[in-house]
Nanobody, 123 residues
Framework: QLVESGGGLVQAGGSLRLSCAVS????????MGWFRQAPGKERDLVAA????????YYADSVKGRFTISRDNTKNTVYLQMNSLKPEDSAVYFC??????????????????WGQGTQVTVSS
């Protein structure tokens, strides 16, 4: 089970920190990803992190502004979002898949998903 938290309403230029707590399975073996989906658009991969945290992937649109991290002792993955823009508004989902050692930018293959948390950035 994956449970996201930390979404909300923020002004442009502000920051939010999303959390995703994972129960069940072996968290420390999973790739964890953060996705987002705006109304009428596809669900896109925003960031991903390897099981060890040593490898990360970021979509071009968030590079330099978002940071993904994980704490394997707490079975939790985070997404720190800074310098938020109105176009970052979306429902954000965390998801997990087995770590195959490569392909961290791949959006397919995620097995388990959270329910999503809304992020709204006002201009």
């Amino acid at each position: 089970q994956l449970v996201e938290s930390g979404g909300g309403l923020v002004q442009a230029g502000g920051s939010l920190r999303l959390s995703c707590a994972v129960s069940g399975g072996t968290f420390s073996t999973y790739v964890m990803g953060w996705f987002r989906q705006a109304p009428g658009k596809e669900r896109d991969l925003v960031a991903a992190i390897s099981w060890s945290g040593s490898t990360t992937y970021y979509a071009d649109s968030v590079k330099g502004r978002f940071t993904i991290s994980r704490d394997n002792t707490k079975n939790t993955v985070y997404l720190q979002m800074n310098s938020l823009k109105p176009e970052d508004s979306a429902v954000y989902f965390c998801a997990s898949r087995d770590d195959l050692g490569s392909g961290y930018g791949r959006k397919r293959g995620y097995d388990y998903w959270g329910q999503g948390t809304q992020v709204t950035v006002s201009s």
